[in-house]
């Protein structure tokens, strides 16, 4: 079973600071089958990006992503106060879907 | 508009089985490779998937949770139910169901969540 470890836990910024988060995988994972959620309190997950990289429509451009085999990076750039919230990463193999523990990204 | 909505009982009790159900709209589950999920997440915790339903019925469960789950449908209600047996106090938290379409590997749209408590 694949395990994905983010990091760090909490990391405190500012608005328009950019915040890099980092999941990292057990193993070797194919960059299409690695998603990232925000979630803010109350909420349900929000997709932000797909495939490692893929932003879904309506996500805005300050939401980046990167990374292969084991090491994938979403990096935010220029903080808005609406983007401090938990962040997960997301994973699909062998007919499972595992979660990272999150990042919460708090002001 | 693409819609999910959870729903089931707020408490169950220690060693019942929890039944909930997901409403879904603005899609079809028999048709067009849609699946949906279900996850759940204690207080204050992560998140953690429990169980898929794919269109063509094919279901799959969290390896440590599949003796507890069963997930079906009932596409005439346009409905995904989830049922846990034996239910435990540890089984707290708020269980979301979410879609996804084969071919692709994450949730797309997300019901609201629904909170269960299980009193010991």
């Known amino acids: 079973e694949i395990v994905l470890t983010q990091s760090p836990n909490t990391l405190s910024l500012s608005p328009g600071d950019t915040a890099t988060l980092s999941c990292r995988a057990s193993?070797?994972?194919?960059?299409?089958?690695l998603a990232w959620y925000q979630q803010r309190p109350g909420q349900p997950p929000r997709l932000v990006l797909y495939?490692?990289?893929a932003r879904p429509a309506g996500i805005p451009g300050r939401f980046s992503g990167s990374g292969s085999g084991t090491d994938f990076t979403l990096t935010i750039s220029g903080l808005e106060p609406e983007d401090f919230a938990v962040y997960y990463c997301l994973h699909f193999g062998a007919l499972q879907y595992t979660f990272g523990q999150g990042t919460s990204l708090e002001i | 508009q693409v819609t999910l909505r959870e729903s089931g009982p707020a408490v169950v009790n220690r060693t019942q089985t929890l039944k909930l159900t997901c409403t879904v709209s603005?899609?079809?589950?028999?048709?067009?490779?849609?699946?949906v999920s279900w996850s759940r997440q204690a207080p204050g915790k992560g998140l953690e998937w429990l169980a898929r339903i794919d269109w063509d019925d094919d279901k799959y469960y969290r390896t440590s949770l599949k003796s507890r789950l069963t997930i079906s449908k009932d596409t005439s209600k346009n409905q995904v139910v989830l049922t846990m047996t034996d239910m435990d106090p540890a089984d707290t938290g708020t269980y979301f169901c979410a879609r996804s379409s084969s071919g692709w590997y994450h949730f797309d749209y997300w019901g609201q969540g629904i909170r269960v408590t299980v009193s010991s």
């Open positions: 495939s490692s990289s």
């Open positions: 193993q070797n994972i194919l960059s299409s089958y």
């Open positions: 603005g899609f079809s589950l028999t048709t067009g490779d849609m699946c």
